[in-house]
């Protein structure tokens, strides 16, 4: 009876270490299967990822791209609103023709006024070139200011001790005082509307004076120099 009750319990062993055994076999198999997918699932990661880095790297490249074709025209843009549609052009100065040879010549001139109790004094400044190769000590000449139209404004002669060096030029100044009118009761009794009828004809060296040196025409009249030699010229 022992023997058998021995017998059963080692047939039963056996039979449980061989169930074991498939058992473990199957997991063995099941775990290389897993670590097998687990080796081409990281594969196909680091596969992704790097293509996923290449394609970001790419898309940088070409975002810089864009951004900077962009900025380019952007600032093109702006250019070409802030730039003026014509360039403007620079008034050319028109530089005063040089005094010919051998003439005494009235090249410059200017003019303001001042008033001195009852008297207004206008004061003309002018620039006199000697044309020629010997100092001028005296000179008999007269200085004639006209409008464009050819009106004469003021007219005055010049002193006669004049010393200009040769080939040079000298400024002068001609001064002339005319006296203030009084305003009388018959003026005061004038309308309003006339008294400026009457104010705008001026005339003379008062209209000389409110002109611009440009809109005034100037010319001397030369009658006989005497130069630093004695020597005497008659012009003609």
């Not at 055994?21 to 198999?29: D, F, G, S, V």
Request: proline letters at 4%; charged letters at 30%; aromatic letters at 4%.
């Amino acid at each position: 009876m022992k023997r058998m009750t021995l017998v059963c319990l080692l047939i039963c062993s056996t039979a449980l270490g061989a169930d074991q055994a498939a058992e473990i076999k199957q997991l063995r198999m099941e775990m290389a299967t897993m670590k097998k997918q687990l080796a081409n699932i990281t594969k196909a990661f680091e596969t992704l990822r790097d293509e996923t880095l290449l394609t970001l790297v790419d898309t940088q490249k070409r975002t810089g791209k864009n951004v900077e074709q962009l900025c380019q025209r952007l600032r093109a843009i702006e250019a070409k609103q802030h730039k003026p549609r014509h360039t403007p052009r620079r008034p050319e100065k028109k530089e005063r023709p040089k005094p010919p040879k051998d003439t005494l010549s009235l090249v410059k001139w200017n003019w303001g006024k001042r008033t001195a109790g009852d008297w207004r004094i206008h004061s003309i400044k002018f620039s006199l070139h000697n044309g020629y190769a010997k100092r001028i000590k005296m000179v008999h000449a007269s200085v004639r200011f006209d409008d464009l139209l050819g009106n004469q404004l003021h007219a005055f002669q010049l002193e006669q001790d004049l010393r200009i060096p040769a080939m040079s030029q000298i400024e002068f100044t001609h001064e002339s005082a005319t006296k203030k009118q009084r305003v009388s009761d018959s003026y005061r009794s004038i309308p309003e509307e006339i008294r400026v009828i009457i104010k705008r004809r001026v005339t003379g060296i008062d209209r000389m004076m409110i002109l611009k040196p440009e809109d005034v025409v100037g010319k001397i009249e030369v009658k006989k120099i005497v130069f630093g030699d004695n020597s005497v010229l008659q012009v003609k």
